[in-house]
């Protein structure tokens, strides 16, 4: 315990969240360690990460089942063009009464305004991310077509882009807070003034409009890839 409170200069944790759902191990087996951390004072509320909305319900009933302590909210991706987690996740939370602090509502910077026709950012991510950010991909050009028709519905509402985007994760019902991930204050500044911005019905049905709800423009991109989609989980070789 003394080595816990040198290294991170509190004797507990508010917040425990993991960050991925592991294929391989069973969520009984992770609950039950976290939930001595909770019974040994070290944690006081546990969260789950990018998890799809079947582990969500799985870890509320073996928490329930085994009175351990439970997940009390998620940490999923959601911005304006990976909107997937409404058709489920979003509704699974508030069912459960657990609070939800999406990561990424700029979209790795897609929603930051420097992503416009004619001036596509130029990003040092293609490089290590190309499935992300290389234009030369189809799906990436679908981002940069709908990242630039939200930046013009921003102009119109007059707003930077990015209170849009941070607005837009903001007003859903199921949404407590969101993540933001400035790396200078300048760009802190620029994204505070979305928590006080209520989009209109009008705004909001004409991003509908341009990512239809539940959709993403990638549609591989939820931040985790499902093992269930796997060759070998569809009874094909690899490479067969």
């Known amino acids: 315990m003394s080595q816990f409170r040198g290294q991170v200069q509190t004797d507990w944790i508010d917040l425990y969240q993991i960050h991925r759902p592991s294929p391989d191990t069973e969520i009984e087996e992770t609950l039950g360690a976290l939930d001595d951390l909770v019974r040994h004072g070290k944690v006081r509320y546990l969260g789950s990460s990018t998890f799809p909305a079947s582990q969500i319900v799985e870890a509320q009933w073996v928490a329930r089942d085994r009175r351990l302590a439970r997940f009390i909210c998620e940490q999923p991706p959601y911005s304006m063009l990976v909107r997937s987690i409404e058709a489920d996740v979003l509704p699974t939370c508030l069912r459960h009464g657990m ?42 050009q679908r981002k940069l077509e709908a990242a ?86 569809m009874r094909r070789a690899v490479g067969g």
């Open 99 to 140: 609070g939800v602090i999406p990561w990424s509502p700029l979209a790795g910077g897609w929603l930051s305004g420097k992503w416009r026709k004619g001036a596509a950012a130029s990003s040092h991510r293609g490089t290590g991310l190309p499935q992300l950010f290389d234009l030369s991909q189809a799906h990436n």
């Open 148 to 233: 630039d028709r939200l930046g013009a519905l921003a102009d119109e509402a007059g707003m930077p882009l990015v209170h849009l985007a941070v607005a837009f994760v903001l007003n859903h019902p199921a949404v407590t807070s969101a993540i933001i991930g400035p790396r200078t204050m300048d760009q802190l500044e620029s994204q505070l003034g979305a928590a006080d911005i209520q989009l209109s019905g009008d705004v909001l049905n004409r991003i509908d409009q341009i990512v239809p709800p539940g959709t993403n423009v990638h549609p591989a991109e939820f931040g985790l890839e499902n093992p269930a989609l796997a060759p070998g989980a």
